[in-house]
């Protein structure tokens, strides 16, 4: 479906004397249909960096991102990147500031509508709109007509991947979506990710610092350390039986409920 | 032994247009050398009650009523300032308030900022001993040397984290409040702090802890007793175990599974999220502030549920009510 090869990118800073900071070195990987795949790392381990380039937000130094085998560095046209927009959507870790607080949530989806090839009459969008809410567990009558501060995070966190959903996209990036939502409502969000999956047979790359949520929802664990990918697998495999140190090290370091610290 | 008793503490924030009840009857003990936990969600009340127990109570934050007893009795919230200045704050209780790694002042070295710290206590010690004891001290909590030399923004985060540990630890106090003190840092930066604050209890430098936090992984593994808060409430108080294990409250029976951790048991345990949402604190519901949430209410709820004693766990609910 989607697949990088020997992503890099080297951010460089100064006029005279440069410094460069390599924060995706050589990473290769591919996105499975109707799976879900975490991107896990700690921070400064490049995995935003990765989702930025992915969705076309940055460029790349070198390496490519093929989606269904076509490079998208040739996507330079409006029109292709539109296009490619409908694929492949994102949602990121702030569900505050994702929103202009100055408007009713409804304008997200409004916007969305823009992404369309052939306008789409305001009956349909109604449509639409409520059959994407319902998806993700949220009742219209609730949500429409509100501002953002009047929802929660999760609710707001749900708005924005039902806004995703609009379009039909085939793949779905998820930077950190529930890091700032409390625990007792990201358990939903979570679900909603799952019955994507599903049910819509959604790609999803599910980029977190937290490896138990990414063990708990995922496929496919990829794991990133300072711009490198370490280790990659079947999460089952990754989590019970890691083979790099980095993952080892890392797994030691995460408070359980069952084992307990010397 | 208690080294802190705190009885029915009440506090609101006082804004221009209403009150926010954020902390109700607070009824709680901290006994010595032990890692206490307060568990909660954001706005559950955890960092008010942080601000009421360290006395570092700022407008808009009112402080209405309750006891903080030390171990001698004395109630500190009866003290005054002078009092509380020189042997209270830092000395008896001190605070390592959310984000405290930020307010580390960026123009001026560590060293200078220790320097700070020992002379508001010890105004006449010589600069040389002041060195000398914070030298000693960052080595005992093992960061090097080279920390005191350095500025605020040359250290990582989890330095920087430390340090403020160390530095609000320089006067051996009876109680260190660490108000989630490892929720921005990576997981094994997060166990190295963790393993500090261990170190310091061990080696007799802190006696006792009070951990606040949303993460009941990272109490599992340093707290002793957890302090469940729900809505400014205080909500159930038991052992570590107890609480995670068998919960009383249904707050804390519908949180305890919200837990994800990377074990097998997760994928066999049910995962589920608690509906709703917690009251708006500016005017919480008459009686039990779970209610609307709750699958196990009955028309008894409508009233305050009165604290209960079962075995070793105290719980605010009626379910157990006789």
Same mark, same amino acid.
């Given at each position: ?16 004397r440069?410094?460069s900071?390599?924060a995706v070195?050589g ?7 109707g799976?879900?795949?975490?991107l896990v ?6 995995k935003t960096?990765v ?7 940055i ?6 991102v093929?989606y269904?085998?076509?490079?998208i560095?040739?996507?330079?046209k409006?029109r292709?990147l ?18 202009n ?5 409804d304008?997200?989806?409004n ?20 059959s ?5 567990g ?9 501002y953002?501060?009047q ?6 966190q749900?708005v ?12 779905l990036?998820?930077d950190?979506?529930?890091s ?5 409502t990201r358990?939903?969000v979570?679900?909603v ?10 790609s999803?790359?599910?980029i977190?610092?937290?490896?138990g ?5 995922s496929d496919?664990?990829?794991?990133m350390?300072?711009g490198?990918?370490v ?9 019970m039986?890691p ?5 080892k ?8 409920l069952?084992?307990k610290?010397? | 032994m208690s080294?802190?008793?705190a ?14 009840? #954020?902390?109700?009857?607070? !009824?709680?003990? $901290?006994?010595?050398?032990?890692? *206490? @936990?307060?568990?909660?969600e954001?706005?559950?009340?955890k960092s008010?009650l #942080?601000?009421?127990?360290? !006395?570092?109570? $700022?407008?808009?934050?009112k402080? *209405? @009523?309750?006891k ?5 009795g004395?109630?500190i ?5 002078? !009092?509380?200045?020189?042997e ?13 790694m ?12 220790v320097t ?8 006449k010690m ?7 004891t ?8 093992g960061l ?23 530095l609000s630890s320089l006067m051996n ?9 490892t929720?921005?840092?990576?997981v094994s930066t997060?166990?190295?702090v963790?393993?500090?604050?261990l170190?310091?209890?061990k ?5 006792s802890?009070?951990f ?8 599992r593994?340093?707290?002793?007793r957890?302090?469940?808060m ?5 909500v ?5 175990d107890?609480?995670?294990f068998?919960?009383l ?11 994800i951790?990377?074990?097998p ?23 039990c ?14 009233q305050?549920p ?17």
């Amino acid at each position: 479906m989607l697949s990088t090869e020997d992503l890099t990118k080297v951010y460089e800073s100064g006029l005279f004397r440069k410094r460069s900071v390599t924060a995706v070195d050589g990473v290769s990987f591919q996105i499975r249909k109707g799976q879900i795949s975490s991107l896990v790392g700690e921070s400064g381990s490049g995995k935003t960096t990765v989702a930025r380039i992915i969705l076309k937000l940055i460029q790349p130094t070198t390496g490519r991102v093929l989606y269904k085998d076509r490079d998208i560095s040739y996507i330079k046209k409006s029109r292709d990147l539109i296009d490619y927009r409908r694929h492949v959507q994102g949602i990121f870790q702030d569900p505050y500031s994702s929103f202009n607080l100055f408007y009713k949530v409804d304008r997200v989806f409004n916007m969305m509508f823009k992404l369309f090839e052939k306008p789409v009459p305001k009956t349909e969008r109604k449509v639409m709109v409520e059959s994407v809410l319902k998806t993700v567990g949220l009742n219209p009558d609730e949500v429409l007509g509100k501002y953002p501060h009047q929802l929660s995070g999760g609710q707001r966190q749900r708005v924005l991947v039902a806004r995703s959903l609009l379009v039909n996209p085939e793949i779905l990036l998820a930077d950190e979506p529930t890091s700032m939502i409390d625990a007792s409502t990201r358990i939903d969000v979570l679900k909603v990710f799952t019955d994507l999956k599903k049910e819509m047979e959604l790609s999803i790359v599910f980029i977190t610092h937290d490896l138990g949520l990414a063990y708990y929802i995922s496929d496919r664990i990829l794991v990133m350390q300072q711009g490198k990918m370490v280790e990659e697998g079947d999460a089952e495999e990754v989590i019970m039986n890691p083979k790099h140190e980095y993952t080892k090290s890392l797994l030691s370091a995460i408070p359980t409920l069952s084992k307990k610290w010397a | 032994m208690s080294v802190l008793n705190a009885e029915n503490i009440k506090a609101y924030y006082h804004l221009l247009d209403g009150d926010v009840q #954020a902390l109700e009857d607070a !009824t709680f003990n $901290l006994n010595k050398g032990e890692i *206490l @936990g307060i568990a909660g969600e954001s706005g559950c009340g955890k960092s008010t009650l #942080a601000a009421t127990l360290s !006395t570092i109570i $700022l407008p808009p934050l009112k402080l *209405l @009523g309750g006891k903080l007893l030390t171990e001698n009795g004395d109630d500190i919230f009866k003290l005054p300032e002078r !009092t509380l200045r020189r042997e209270i704050r830092g000395k008896y209780v001190a605070l390592v308030p959310q984000s405290a790694m930020n307010a580390l002042n960026p123009t001026k070295r560590i060293r200078d900022l220790v320097t700070d710290a020992i002379n508001a206590h010890y105004p006449k010690m010589t600069k040389q001993e002041v060195r000398d004891t914070a030298a000693k001290r960052f080595e005992d909590v093992g960061l090097p040397f080279r920390v005191l030399e350095s500025y605020s923004f040359e250290l990582s985060g989890g330095m920087k984290q430390r340090t403020v540990i160390a530095l609000s630890s320089l006067m051996n106090p009876k109680v260190l409040i660490a108000d989630e003190p490892t929720s921005a840092l990576d997981v094994s930066t997060q166990k190295t702090v963790l393993t500090l604050l261990l170190d310091l209890r061990k080696k007799g430098i802190v006696q006792s802890v009070i951990f606040i936090t949303h993460d009941i992984a990272v109490l599992r593994q340093i707290a002793d007793r957890i302090v469940v808060m729900y809505a400014g409430i205080i909500v159930e108080i038991g052992t570590v175990d107890d609480i995670i294990f068998n919960p009383l409250h249904p707050y804390s029976k519908g949180l305890m599974p919200t837990v994800i951790v990377p074990e097998p048991e997760i994928k066999k345990r049910a995962i589920s999220g608690i509906p709703g949402a917690p009251p708006n604190l500016r005017n919480p519901p008459k009686g039990c502030r779970f209610l609307p949430r709750c699958a196990y209410a009955t028309s008894v709820c409508h009233q305050e549920p009165p604290l209960i004693t079962v075995k070793r766990t105290v719980v605010r609910c009626w379910l157990y009510a006789k």
